[in-house]
């Protein structure tokens, strides 16, 4: 009787597995909708093509609609006070869900709005403005890589290797090593994230031009390869495989600084480690992988991966392993305008970190799930799950509480019925304590929903043997 029931347990749970695995692609898919419904129904600026966000390129709408516009400059095709960093992660997430969904809903909106950033975005090397983040054109340069991978269109290829190939000459460093973070810098500042992007996105454009343009692909390879010996050189890799955020020069207190073989030597400067700097880690591992084939990459984003999940995480009711920042945000006071962001004590950008990990996790587990036990794959899935749990069931409903002050629909109030709205941290809002829910922390849980309906998709097939 009891090798009869072995073995009907092992011949039904690929079948009960795969329909779990299903159930969760129809759990996430339902989220994705809701996320994205509230992102455009109360975030997007159409005429523009660009989200609206407290502080950033608006303020709170209430009594003065006017307050919560941004237009673009009638002087120049390209809105520079409109489009911001976080929507290429928007764009990507957009891209991946119509990787993992052909045919959903969204597919002409993407189109659409890749076609209005080719037209307005400023993240370019034909804007050349006075001074700049680096980062922050770094950003879309991975966003053109997707779309160039996605659809193959030549023409984002090209603007990502232009505009690669212009960031390097604002911001590389070929005495000390490294790639500023700013452009010009009177002190040069060099942090994880820039590097990380320069990283990824090097490596990418010299995969897609090694037979077209093989001299010009050695060039971006070699800097990828650089920038990554220099990662490695200043310690910005903790002992523990998490990324710390920047490196100082400690011989004179500057930011100023170079690798282990020039003084002022760097060292990491914050030892905070957000959850975008592991994020692109990961996705920096899954492309100096492809460039190479060497399995070591892959298997240091393993290890990253393990003390995600041991350190970055907390409990959020019944779910016990929801993604978190290293330090908390309190929005300190009503107020959101134009000139004001609520999250300025901690920074506007902390709304959208989350959103990089879980945009870069499937790209990682896709490429490097064959090195990972089946505990580590266990644990990561149910990283993504709870803290998909948590979000949903912390959701907002409308009529929008009065504590949410970046909430533009005041008077009169949303009707009852509409879609939700999300808040950063995703767990439910302290009692007294004000939140901001905005196109930032919208755009953040869509890739969070993005990342579970991917990774659900992934297992589900590995069951039933689907490519």
């Known amino acids: 009787m009891l090798r009869i029931f072995v073995f009907c347990v092992a011949a039904t749970a690929p079948a009960v597995t795969s329909r779990i695995g299903e159930e969760r692609v129809d759990v996430a898919t339902e989220r994705v909708n809701a996320a994205l419904d509230g992102l455009q129904k109360y975030f997007f600026d159409a005429k523009g093509q660009f989200w609206n966000a407290c502080g950033q390129n608006g303020g709170n709408g209430g009594k003065d609609p006017t307050n919560f516009t941004c237009t673009c400059e009638s002087e120049s095709p390209y809105c520079k006070n409109c489009f911001r960093w976080w929507m290429s992660t928007t764009m990507q997430s957009l891209m991946s869900l119509n990787e993992a969904l052909p045919g959903h809903t969204s597919f002409d909106l993407t189109m659409q709005q890749l076609d209005g950033m080719r037209k307005h975005s400023p993240y370019t090397s034909r804007a050349l403005p006075s001074w700049a983040y680096i980062d922050d054109y770094l950003w879309y340069v991975l966003m053109w890589m997707h779309s160039y991978q996605w659809h193959g269109e030549t023409g984002d290829l090209q603007d990502a290797a232009n505009t690669m190939e212009l960031m390097a000459q604002w911001g590389m460093d070929y005495t000390c090593g490294g790639i500023t973070w700013m452009f010009p810098d009177v002190d040069p500042r060099k942090n994880s994230i820039t590097i990380l992007e320069a990283i990824q996105s090097s490596a990418q454009i010299a995969k897609a031009l090694q037979v077209t343009e093989p001299i010009r692909a050695s060039t971006h390879r070699q800097r990828a390869q650089d920038l990554w010996r220099f990662f490695t050189d200043v310690g910005l890799l903790g002992d523990d495989f998490l990324v710390h955020d920047n490196v100082t020069g400690t011989a004179d207190g500057s930011f100023h600084c170079c690798n282990a073989t020039v003084k002022p030597y760097c060292e990491a400067r914050n030892t905070i480690t957000w959850s975008y700097n592991q994020g692109m880690f990961l996705g920096a591992m899954v492309d100096l992988h492809g460039l190479t084939g060497d399995d070591s990459y892959l298997k ?130 302290p009692e007294g304590e004000f939140t901001c829910m905005d196109a930032r922390t919208q755009s953040q849980v869509l890739s969070l929903f993005v990342a579970d309906l991917q990774i659900a998709q992934m297992l589900r097939n590995s069951v039933s043997g689907e490519a």
């Open 300 to 429: 240091m984003g393993v290890k990253n991966l393990d003390s995600v999940a041991t350190k970055m995480t907390q409990a959020i009711g019944s779910a016990h392993l929801v993604l978190r920042e290293p330090v908390g945000l309190k929005v300190q006071d009503g107020k959101c305008n134009s000139h004001h962001d609520p999250s300025e004590s901690a920074g506007g950008d902390l709304y959208s970190f989350k959103a990089v990990f879980m945009q870069q996790l499937p790209r990682f587990l896709s490429a490097a799930r064959h090195l990972m036990q089946p505990d580590q794959l266990a644990v990561v899935t149910q990283l993504v799950k709870d803290s998909s749990d948590a979000a949903w069931a912390s959701r907002a409903l409308p009529p929008f509480p009065t504590s949410d002050v970046c909430n533009q629909f005041r008077e009169p109030p949303v009707p009852e019925g509409g879609p939700p709205k999300f808040s950063w941290d995703w767990g439910p809002l």
